[in-house]
């Protein structure tokens, strides 16, 4: 009775999703709640389900689940709901994943970090990239496999005992209770990882963030197919050439960026970004086993990047951190000089990962300083030459710049460039990112795309489809949405001029540096610097809620760029720099506009709040 109560209200909410549920990439703030995320969207689920409640306004009226598509959404936290409610479980114990491996990845991501053995048992067979000898090697992990004919045959075993199958039917999960996790993977769409008992109750966070940060939950789409196959609705095939739209989009990217060299394509840009790191870690463990490696780092650059990277040398004992200072007083030239001489000294081995332009500043550095410190030549405290560095740029901001070009100025520097094809790549559509690396660099991509396959974080077919629809159509975009904001900024200049802007220069747009995002530091008073501070912080939120109230079908709090779409704000020290540390965090609002909104009703509105600020 209590299945067919939970299949026939799924069936409705099924029915009247909203548009947003299947389409979003990145959450409303307005809505949103961080301490709370899936636990307030659950809970307010609930509250409709006892109520039989399930229109689409009041679907839509939900607080934010989670945060982009990393983390969860509606629809994953619906999905891992329903397959809770009806296997008798908590549904914070039910996590989905777009990838088949990744969820085994994060269990043994945690016994490594908690010194506890790992028992990984299957009764058909393993998911074919995992690849065992990698996983032992490059991320450190330890594990014994065991082979059964059944569930029924796994015994009690010290530590954890993770169990996997394949199984297309998602509502009924397998038992036995000598099994910690259940990993059931779902041929087509993913995998559902499951943690039983209460004493793995101190998993869930983990594994939660290894979701965000190294990979992505199920896709909105994905889960959408997987609910209505649960309540036995029919699901849509689609016969489509998926090769022609890879085709079409490595074509792209490669006209783009310049480059003839591969194009890998992840589920999201920080799903790529981790196949760069553990593919550069691999490498240089091949090429040079004795020598540490640093991760060179802008402590306040974008928080995933920051808090990636730290994970990573968190569990490798010969992989260490290294701030690179590079906004307000710091220049990124001449702080690579200073830390590539440092590196070059110790003889180890530079992975620097750089946003051009920065964020949230939207600075470029001097690029000849830049290219001068990367590519000068350096000795050890012994003599010896040392390991030139390998520079890992993230474009997002600027994706139509040809960094990687057999001309460029970086041409004489290993470098591999990614993007996060949430912004302008799909127009916020999906979140796939790419990745191409210049000719010097090129070499690595096949250790790169080893790692992708690992984790099984390459790009569904529907976000390669979403691609090769959206970018043929992306240099267009960047310059109108470039315009808009060129305007806005302007505007802005003229309407509150004791407001200071971190935006390009015309010079720098006219090299290709064209972001549609800049930065904003309104005017404040106050007696002491705490004063100033908090007056500010206050002002940027009287701002965005003036904007978001006043222009709701345009103005969003939210943290994306490069949208369709209407104008998104943000303030990055509560949203994208959420794990950098306090003292650099930037409490300045972000603004990013889009190629197609009312620029004049914007201005209109700023120009209402400017002749409100107390003198």
Same mark, same amino acid.
Request: aromatic fraction near 8%.
């Given at each position: 009775?209590?299945e067919?109560?939970?299949?026939?209200?799924?069936?409705?909410?099924?029915e009247?999703?909203?548009? $947003?549920w299947?389409?979003?990439?990145t !959450?409303?703030?307005?809505i949103?709640?961080e =301490?709370?995320?899936?636990?307030?969207?659950?809970?307010?689920?609930?509250?409709?389900?006892?109520?039989?409640?399930?229109?689409t306004?009041d679907?839509?009226?939900?607080?934010?689940?989670?945060?982009?598509i990393?983390l969860?959404?509606?629809?994953?936290?619906?999905?891992?709901?329903?397959?809770?409610?009806?296997?008798?479980?908590?549904?914070?114990?039910?996590?989905?994943?777009?990838?088949k491996?990744?969820?085994?990845?994060?269990?043994?991501?945690?016994?490594?970090?908690?010194?506890k053995? &790992?028992?990984?048992?299957?009764?058909e067979?393993?998911?074919?990239?995992?690849?065992?000898?990698?996983?032992?090697?490059?991320?450190?992990? =330890?594990?014994?496999?065991?082979?059964?004919d059944?569930?029924?045959s796994?015994?009690?075993?010290?530590?954890?005992?993770?169990?996997?199958?394949y199984?297309?039917?998602l509502?009924?999960l397998?038992?036995?209770p000598?099994? =910690?996790?259940?990993?059931?993977?779902?041929?087509?769409?993913?995998?559902?990882?499951?943690a039983?008992?209460?004493?793995?109750?101190?998993?869930i966070?983990?594994?939660?963030?290894?979701? #965000?940060?190294?990979?992505?939950?199920?896709?909105p789409?994905?889960?959408?197919?997987?609910?209505?196959q649960?309540?036995?609705?029919p699901?849509?095939?689609?016969?489509?050439?998926?090769?022609?739209?890879?085709a079409?989009?490595?074509?792209e990217?490669?006209?783009?960026?310049?480059?003839?060299?591969?194009?890998?394509?992840?589920s999201?840009?920080?799903?790529?970004?981790?196949?760069?790191?553990?593919?550069?870690?691999?490498?240089?463990?091949?090429?040079y086993?004795?020598?540490?490696?640093k991760?060179?780092?802008p402590?306040?650059?974008?928080?995933?990047t920051? $808090?990636?990277?730290?994970?990573?040398?968190?569990?490798?004992?010969?992989v260490?951190?290294? =701030?690179?200072?590079? $906004?307000?007083? !710091?220049?990124?030239a001449?702080?690579?000089?200073?830390?590539? $001489?440092?590196?070059?000294?110790?003889?180890?081995i530079?992975?620097?990962?750089?946003?051009?332009?920065?964020?949230?500043?939207?600075e470029?550095?001097?690029?000849?300083?830049?290219?001068?410190?990367?590519v000068?030549?350096?000795?050890?405290?012994?003599?010896t030459?040392?390991?030139?560095?390998?520079?890992?740029l993230?474009?997002?901001f600027?994706?139509?710049?040809q960094?990687?070009?057999?001309d460029?100025?970086?041409s004489?520097?290993?470098?591999?460039s990614?993007?996060?094809?949430?912004?302008?790549?799909?127009?916020?559509?999906?979140?796939?990112?790419?990745?191409?690396?210049?000719?010097?660099?090129?070499?690595?991509?096949n250790?790169?795309?080893?790692h992708?396959?690992?984790c099984?974080?390459?790009?569904?077919? *529907?976000?390669?489809?979403? *691609?090769?629809?959206?970018l043929p159509?992306?240099?267009? #975009?960047?310059?109108?949405?470039?315009?808009?904001t060129?305007?806005?900024?302007?505007?802005?200049?003229?309407?509150?001029?004791?407001?200071?802007?971190?935006?390009?220069?015309?010079?720098?747009?006219?090299?290709g540096?064209?972001?549609?995002?800049f930065?904003l530091?309104?005017?404040t008073?106050?007696?002491?610097?705490?004063?100033?501070?908090m007056?500010?912080?206050?002002?940027?939120?009287?701002?965005?809620?003036k904007m978001?109230?006043e222009?709701?079908?345009?103005?969003?709090?939210?943290?994306?760029?490069?949208?369709?779409?209407?104008?998104?704000?943000?303030?990055p020290? &509560?949203? &994208?720099?959420?794990?950098?540390?306090?003292?650099?965090?930037?409490?300045?609002?972000?603004v990013?506009?889009?190629?197609?909104l009312?620029?004049?009703?914007?201005?209109q509105?700023?120009?209402d709040?400017?002749?409100?600020?107390?003198?």
């Amino acid at each position: 009775m209590k299945e067919n109560t939970i299949q026939k209200y799924i069936t409705s909410v099924v029915e009247n999703i909203p548009e $947003d549920w299947l389409n979003l990439t990145t !959450h409303r703030l307005d809505i949103y709640n961080e =301490d709370l995320a899936k636990i307030e969207f659950l809970s307010a689920f609930e509250n409709l389900f006892e109520a039989d409640r399930f229109n689409t306004e009041d679907l839509k009226d939900l607080p934010t689940a989670y945060d982009y598509i990393r983390l969860g959404h509606p629809l994953s936290s619906v999905l891992e709901w329903t397959i809770a409610k009806l296997n008798n479980l908590k549904p914070e114990r039910v996590i989905s994943f777009s990838s088949k491996t990744m969820p085994i990845l994060a269990i043994l991501r945690k016994n490594l970090c908690d010194g506890k053995p &790992t028992h990984i048992v299957y009764d058909e067979k393993l998911p074919l990239n995992l690849k065992t000898e990698t996983l032992e090697r490059v991320y450190g992990y =330890d594990f014994e496999l065991n082979h059964v004919d059944s569930i029924n045959s796994v015994l009690e075993l010290d530590g954890s005992t993770v169990f996997i199958s394949y199984q297309q039917d998602l509502s009924k999960l397998p038992y036995n209770p000598n099994i =910690d996790f259940y990993i059931v993977i779902h041929p087509e769409l993913g995998s559902v990882l499951v943690a039983q008992g209460s004493d793995n109750d101190n998993y869930i966070a983990d594994i939660q963030h290894v979701r #965000r940060r190294e990979t992505i939950a199920m896709t909105p789409h994905d889960c959408y197919t997987a609910l209505k196959q649960i309540i036995n609705a029919p699901v849509r095939v689609e016969n489509e050439d998926k090769e022609a739209y890879k085709a079409k989009v490595v074509a792209e990217v490669n006209n783009i960026t310049g480059t003839s060299s591969n194009v890998l394509l992840g589920s999201s840009g920080l799903s790529v970004q981790y196949a760069i790191m553990m593919g550069l870690i691999d490498d240089a463990l091949e090429k040079y086993p004795n020598k540490a490696i640093k991760i060179i780092v802008p402590p306040n650059c974008y928080g995933g990047t920051n $808090d990636q990277a730290r994970r990573v040398a968190a569990i490798k004992e010969n992989v260490e951190i290294l =701030d690179l200072l590079v $906004d307000r007083d !710091h220049d990124m030239a001449q702080s690579t000089n200073q830390i590539l $001489d440092q590196v070059a000294a110790e003889d180890a081995i530079p992975l620097i990962i750089a946003e051009i332009p920065t964020n949230p500043r939207v600075e470029v550095p001097d690029l000849e300083e830049l290219r001068d410190a990367l590519v000068k030549q350096r000795n050890t405290k012994k003599g010896t030459l040392a390991v030139d560095p390998i520079f890992i740029l993230d474009q997002t901001f600027c994706p139509n710049v040809q960094f990687c070009a057999d001309d460029s100025i970086l041409s004489s520097v290993r470098t591999i460039s990614y993007v996060s094809g949430s912004k302008f790549p799909s127009g916020g559509k999906c979140t796939a990112g790419y990745c191409v690396a210049n000719s010097k660099a090129k070499s690595l991509l096949n250790k790169i795309q080893a790692h992708l396959l690992i984790c099984d974080n390459e790009a569904t077919d *529907l976000q390669v489809k979403i *691609l090769a629809e959206q970018l043929p159509s992306m240099i267009k #975009r960047i310059e109108k949405a470039y315009k808009n904001t060129l305007e806005f900024v302007r505007y802005i200049e003229k309407t509150l001029p004791s407001a200071k802007i971190n935006f390009v220069s015309e010079e720098l747009a006219n090299e290709g540096f064209m972001p549609s995002v800049f930065s904003l530091d309104l005017p404040t008073k106050g007696d002491t610097m705490e004063a100033r501070e908090m007056y500010k912080r206050k002002l940027n939120k009287k701002l965005i809620t003036k904007m978001i109230t006043e222009i709701p079908e345009e103005s969003k709090y939210c943290v994306s760029y490069g949208q369709l779409n209407g104008c998104y704000w943000t303030i990055p020290a &509560t949203s &994208t720099q959420g794990t950098t540390k306090e003292a650099d965090k930037d409490y300045i609002a972000r603004v990013s506009v889009s190629p197609n909104l009312d620029l004049e009703h914007h201005k209109q509105v700023f120009a209402d709040f400017a002749s409100k600020i107390e003198k």
